[in-house]
């Protein structure tokens, strides 16, 4: 158990809608970074926060969208859902950012299928 | 942005024999992790080694940060050793903290 908690685990939801993601970081963990997982592209980088502000973006398409509350949990948020979108999303945590020991630590995954 | 290369793609192994499965990056880079995904999608730590060596158990890992590789070493396999393993590197250049996968090597280990 990485100490990184995400749910839910499976998601199964139709073209168009609108879904959530929810991540809780390692206790004590100040950066969150959001990946996804397709059989196509493999494990890309969508975007992390530090305590509270978004740092860097990667691959986010602009139909998704992310933030980091004050209790440093972080929500993905996805709309106008498409049938690529299904794929295996991590969230990641780590202590800092900036720092030369950054070990990055994966949750479980939320599975997500669009019908 | 920086390139990770893996290989090999796929190994098949009978239990009890050894491995290595190699990772090349074009750049140099502040960190390198070795992850295990196991059949049910979990991505489990295996080692952060930027640089040297570490071994934990029947693995063991080695970074030549000059030479722009590392090496992930599995002994005497076992068929819970199966799944994918992903080697992801931060470049050093820059502000930008995220992890850079290789496409993995898929590992089954038969009994």
């Known amino acids: 158990d990485s100490g990184v908690t995400q749910t839910p685990k499976h998601l199964i939801t139709a073209t168009g809608q609108r879904v959530t993601l929810r991540c809780s970081p390692r206790?004590?963990?100040?950066?969150v970074y959001w990946y996804q997982q397709s059989l196509d592209q493999g494990l890309q980088f969508l975007i992390q926060y530090y305590n509270g502000e978004e740092r860097a973006k990667g691959n986010i398409l602009e139909r998704f969208s992310a933030q980091q509350f004050p209790d440093l949990h972080s929500e993905l948020n996805l709309s106008s859902l498409e049938l690529g979108d299904s794929a295996l999303y991590f969230c990641?945590?780590?202590?800092?950012?900036?720092?030369?020991?950054?070990?990055?630590?994966f949750g479980p995954g939320t599975r997500l299928t669009v019908l | 942005g920086i390139q990770v290369e893996q290989s090999p793609p796929d190994l098949i192994l009978q239990e009890g024999a050894n491995s290595t499965l190699r990772c090349n990056f074009s750049d140099s880079v502040n960190n390198l992790q070795w992850f295990h995904q196991n059949p049910w999608g979990q991505l489990i730590n295996l080692f952060y080694?930027?640089?040297g060596t570490k071994q934990n158990g029947r693995l063991s890992a080695t970074t030549v940060a000059t030479e722009r590789y590392s090496l992930l070493y599995i002994s005497s396999s076992q068929t819970t050793d199966s799944g994918v393993y992903f080697c992801a590197v931060e470049g050093s250049g820059g502000s930008n903290y995220k992890l850079t996968f290789g496409k993995g090597t898929l590992l089954t280990v038969n009994p």
């Open positions: 990641a945590s780590s202590l800092l950012a900036g720092s030369t020991y950054n070990e990055q630590f």
């Open positions: 080694i930027p640089s």
């Open positions: 206790s004590g963990d100040l950066s």
